[in-house]
């Protein structure tokens, strides 16, 4: 979602603040902004609906240097997509404000400082910062006492940094729900939203925590807690390659992303599946005594992280001897549920800043769950820093919004942990060592999927024109067909939707037609005999079928229905396998529309907001 670029220095900082936002771009947002200070105190601002190449070229064009600035892309939530409502907001023309998050008690607020003379010129919550900040500097505070007075005025959620044209040289962040992480240069300090952004400029990180407010000048930090105590917070070298956001000639990020996923759950595998046994290093300190004691796991996430869930849960129950239930973040927020005695949860997350699986968290915690333990793909991130456990996922940076390495990695982190939590629930040497052996074919097995491109591409052509499909499957590869559909709609804008195959009867088929493509995932399972008659199903009714099928799975392609050979593999590791032809399927079906791939309309790669 929105992402945050500041920087003091004593060069023109004009640069680092564009390609900061050129690589939060992944993110997703609507427009884009600056404001720059300069030697004299001039403070100027730029802002342009649409591409952070659009700002670039403004800037060009109207630009002035400056050695302090802030920088912003908007996803907007409070007021429509205009260049009044993209930030930096400014008071007065004083002091300037970039935000993420969203600042609930707006509207008094407005209301409240509309009568104390400040015009709005905005409709965006976050005007309300640069106002209350200013009344605050108006009544003698410094930038700092009046940053750190003015967020006791707010509710809801927060990532902001502020400038103030008095007093330049120095930027004053405060972090409340929504991440920042302050980047130390020399000479010259930044900060971010993520990382990613300030990656080209230092590798040295301080990621605030909840309540944080810093102040940050070119040669200091200075960190107050939530209790307004000066604090000391842990300065992290980032491991993150600097040219993640590079395409390596790929023609978008998320086809690169497809193709990284042998090497990604390589990386995710090694020195792991041959140390099962030290659970404690694998998921963190006193794992071992943990999952030893789990009767019951309760999964938590969104999105895509929510399919890789519901996909664990046929694992865990089936081989790890353990129950467990999945739920989507957003509900479980917001609902009244039972914790079964001896419960752990276990949240989801490529980027470990989704504020549903967050707050679903902090409830957890409020619940009495045994402990909570997290899977995800950013180290320092607040889902991996609030958990007392956590599994990293080794997909490295992923850019495209939709999600693809960051799926399959956490698949592949679920059967380890499955085979972790087995081993203490009896699972027997044998179906535990045949498991291993699945999962070290892992990637092999997905390089073989990926030849299936050359297919998939051809087969792309007739879904182009379509509006809607089904996505078929049973047992663990029913969420997978979910996933499919959800890559399908997400980028390609096709309405998709997803059925478990036993559910046909019960509605589905009602909508079958030559207009619906029928894709059905079909390995060579147990489950394969009762597939193949919701397959004739579909057939009786004139439906048309993609089937996705194990090379041993006997299907012929005729006039009606088109077979795609995925190579053999165990019925374990079936679904993260068969998940990439279907990641190609959508890709090709997306490039045919002409849609934007790596950045689909409306959505955003982190979902920091409710
Ligand atoms: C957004 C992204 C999805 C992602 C979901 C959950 O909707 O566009 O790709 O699956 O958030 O994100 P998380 O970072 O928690 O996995």
Known sequence: MCGIVGA?????????????????????????????????????????????????????????????????????????????????????????????????????????????????????????????VHSMLDNGNSLLEAVKKAVTHFTGAYGTVVIDKADPDKMVVARSGSPLVIGLGLGENFVASDQLALLPVTRRFIFLEEGDVAEVTRRTVTIYDKSGERVEREVVESTIEHDAGDKAGYRHYMLKEIYEQPAVIRN??????????????????????????????????????????????????????VSCSVEIASEFRYRKSVVHENSL??????????????????????????????????????????????????????????????????????LMLTLSIGKFNGLHEETEQKIIRAIKTLPGKIEEALGTAGVIENLAEEFADKHHSLFLGRGAQYPIAMEGALKLKEISYIHAEAYASGELKHGPLALIDEEMPVIVVAPNDELLEKLKSNVEEVRARGGIM??????????????????????????????????????LLSYYVALIKGTDVDQPRNLAKSVTVE
């Open 8 to 132: 003091v220095a004593e060069r023109n900082v004009v640069e680092i603040l564009l390609e900061g936002l050129k690589r939060l771009e992944y993110r997703g947002y609507d427009s884009a902004g600056v404001a720059l200070l300069n030697d004299e105190g001039d403070l100027k601002r730029i802002r342009e609906v649409g591409k952070v190449r659009k700002l670039t070229e403004a800037v060009e064009r109207d630009g002035a240097p400056g050695s302090t600035g802030i920088a912003h892309t908007r996803w907007a939530t409070h007021g429509g997509v205009t260049e009044e409502n993209a930030h930096p907001h400014f008071s007065s023309e004083r002091v300037a404000v970039v935000h993420n998050g969203i600042i609930e008690n707006y509207v008094p607020l407005r209301k409240s400082l509309s009568s104390q003379g400040y015009t709005f010129t905005s409709d965006t919550d976050t005007e309300t910062i640069a106002h209350v």
């Open 268 to 321: 995710t595998l090694q020195d792991r599946i041959d140390n099962l046994h030290n659970v404690d290093t694998l998921f963190g300190h006193g794992a071992e005594n943990i999952l030893k004691q789990v009767n019951h796991i309760q999964i938590i996430a969104c999105g895509t992280s929510y399919h890789a869930g519901m996909t664990a849960r046929y694992w865990l129950e089936e081989y790890a001897g």
């Open 345 to 414: 949860l276990v949240t989801i997350s490529q980027s470990g800043e989704t504020a549903d699986t967050l707050a679903a968290l902090r409830l957890a915690k409020e619940l009495g769950y045994m402990s909570a333990l997290t899977i995800c793909n950013v180290p320092g991130s607040s889902l991996v820093r609030e958990s007392d456990l956590a599994f990293m996922t080794l997909a490295g940076a992923e850019i495209g919004v939709a999600s693809t390495k960051a799926f399959t990695t956490q698949l592949t982190a679920f």
């Open 546 to 583: 993609y089937v996705f099928a194990d090379v041993d799975a006997h299907f012929e392609s005729d006039d009606t229905l088109r077979v795609i050979n995925i190579p053999h593999c165990e019925d374990i590791t079936a679904p993260i396998v068969y998940t990439v032809p279907l990641q």
